[in-house]
């Protein structure tokens, strides 16, 4: 992830350089794009207020566009609101004291700096809080007060479960009958000087089995999206009941400015018309769709709906969407909560949910991984509570336990078991659709429960044979680490700059050397089938498809 210091862009000098010659080839201002993008993330580094950023910008995009519909425009007019209160205050201040008129006051203020600046980005004189130092909250459209605050989609993504093999591409590609070379979901196997070897996962879980350092980078739905707010026509834009940062194709013109402010490099433009007609577009998975717009469509709070999801049309910016029909339940209940790529994920590795609820998958994974981890072992191999009372007796010990060939128990999966119970805080899944970690967690725990009904797993001999110490909560998250890794690290991708990215990183951080490698998998061996039937190779590099495609090689890269 090379940067260099005389570029803006976290990701460096060429990145930008290559981002400026893409805006030369299209009919808009390359030299407003470029620097809006850069005051865009001086915004999210809170060098700038979003208020200053719009009126800095407002006659610049009007000319250029017909329209400035930026969600920046709110905090504007916000703060000129919050200035002629100012205002008022400073001279009620002066009533009164027998030597200077409102009128020779408001010649000295400055009527100008006073109605525009003062109160906006300073303090007030009587203590009041200014919009300032209240906080603008995050632009997108999309005030504190109307986002909602129990709702945030997003991911914990295990990079040391992550063997490479390509599957959440693919289907990422087939959901959203994507182009080749259009990868929304990219994955990577990287090395720089802070690594060698892999993911320091232990080889008998399922996953971090890879010989790489892997990154997976989907669109981070960023909640302070630089993208969204150089946008002229609020195409880019947060849907405000859960947070996801969508495209309106309807009202995309294309301007490509959303590809300059995005620190990750995840916009693709879509040059042709896409290979798959939307009258083609159907379910994929088995979901059942009777029309198009059930897939491609999606619910907004006003009751609308609006055209955000699968591939784009020509001459429309795309990115990922988080699958926001499946979000809304256009797809089936069963499909709310989840992701494409999270379904089809062998290991595991992705974890998607309400990063706001604790008991959703994405926040239990990033908070308790080994626990996490442990369950997605395990679940699958307890017995259930029935067969646990059918098999044993009162007064049994481990040793029959173990030797029932019905319960097909080992002492390790035992220990487990024993150790997620000590854990635990017994939260229970909750109402929410596809908690599944707790709805494993409660599975494993009535079996745990059924068993102890017959056999004591608190003796001293028993915790010592299980290598639970004295089962205590320590020894108990020590056995869960022996057994199911001990994460490197916890970091969400350049977490410093301000966008506040919903998406958790578990495993290896890349450096700022760090150069991408070959992977696991090749990306030709991957083929993805589409609504129309065709079936295409993943590309990894879509300038081998197009001639002049997205930034880069590849979209994003180290």
């Excluded at 239990?364 to 009372?389: L, M, W």
Aim: with cysteine; hydrophobic share 30%.
């Amino acid at each position: 992830m090379s940067t260099d210091d005389e570029s803006f862009h976290p990701l460096g000098q060429e990145w930008e350089g290559e981002l400026e010659e893409m805006l030369d080839d299209t009919e808009y201002d390359t030299d407003l794009g470029m620097q809006m993008a850069q005051d865009a993330m001086r915004v999210t580094k809170g060098e700038l207020s979003e208020a200053e950023f719009h009126e800095m910008y407002h006659e610049d995009v009007m000319e250029e566009f017909g329209e400035d519909q930026r969600p920046t425009k709110e905090a504007f007019e916000a703060a000129q609101e919050e200035a002629k209160g100012t205002v008022s205050r400073m001279l009620s201040a002066f009533d009164g004291d027998g030597e200077e008129s409102r009128r020779d006051v408001m010649k000295k203020m400055g009527v100008g700096a006073a109605a525009v600046g003062m109160g906006a980005f300073g303090s007030t004189i009587d203590g009041q809080p200014s919009l300032a130092e209240e906080g603008e909250g995050h632009g997108g459209g999309h005030s504190q007060a109307e986002q909602n605050e129990d709702l945030q989609w997003g991911m914990t993504i295990d990079l040391e479960r992550c063997d490479g093999c390509l599957s959440c591409m693919e289907a990422c590609a087939s959901e959203n009958d994507l182009d080749q070379g259009v990868n929304w979901m990219y994955v990577m196997a990287f090395e720089d000087e802070l690594t060698s070897g892999g993911s320091p996962a232990p080889d008998n879980i399922v996953g971090g089995t890879s010989d790489h350092n892997m990154l997976v980078r989907p669109c981070q739905h960023c909640t302070d999206a630089p993208c969204e707010k150089v946008c002229p026509t609020t195409a880019r834009h947060t849907r405000d009941k859960d947070g996801l940062v969508l495209t309106d194709y309807d009202v995309c013109i294309g301007c490509r400015y959303c590809q300059v402010a995005c620190p990750y490099g995840v916009n693709y433009f879509q040059w042709d018309e896409p290979d798959v007609a939307h009258e083609d577009i159907n379910g994929h998975d088995g979901a059942e769709v009777d029309d198009p717009s059930e897939i491609t469509h999606a619910d907004y709070e006003n009751g609308t709906e609006r055209w955000v999801d699968s591939r784009s049309p020509r001459g429309t910016m795309s990115k990922c969407t988080m699958c926001p029909s499946m979000q809304d339940g256009r797809q089936g209940e069963d499909r709310v909560g989840t992701t494409a790529c999270e379904r089809a994920c062998p290991p595991d590795a992705i974890q998607f949910g309400n990063v706001k609820d604790e008991h959703s998958d994405a926040y239990q994974h990033g908070e308790h991984p080994s626990k996490s981890r442990a369950i997605i072992e395990i679940n699958n191999d307890v017995p259930d509570p029935e067969t646990v009372d059918e098999q044993l007796s009162d007064g049994d010990d481990l040793e029959t336990v173990l030797e029932n060939e019905e319960l097909d128990l080992d002492a390790e999966v035992v220990s487990i078991m024993k150790a997620i119970g000590i854990v635990s805080e017994r939260l229970g899944p909750g109402d929410e659709e596809n908690n599944s970690i707790l709805e494993g967690e409660e599975t494993i725990l009535e079996s745990l429960d059924a068993l102890e009904q017959y056999v004591d797993l608190e003796s001293e001999e028993v915790l010592t044979e299980l290598r639970l110490g004295g089962g205590e909560e320590d020894d108990a998250n020590a056995r869960l680490r022996e057994f199911a890794g001990n994460p490197s690290s916890k970091f969400k991708l350049l977490e410093d700059i301000g966008t506040h990215p919903n998406i958790t990183y578990i495993g290896q951080e890349p450096g700022p050397e760090a150069e991408q490698v070959e992977g696991p998998s090749e990306y030709s061996d991957i083929s993805y089938e589409r609504s129309d039937g065709s079936e295409v190779d993943l590309v990894d590099k879509r300038q081998e498809i197009l001639d002049e495609g997205t930034v880069g090689d590849v979209g994003w890269s180290l």
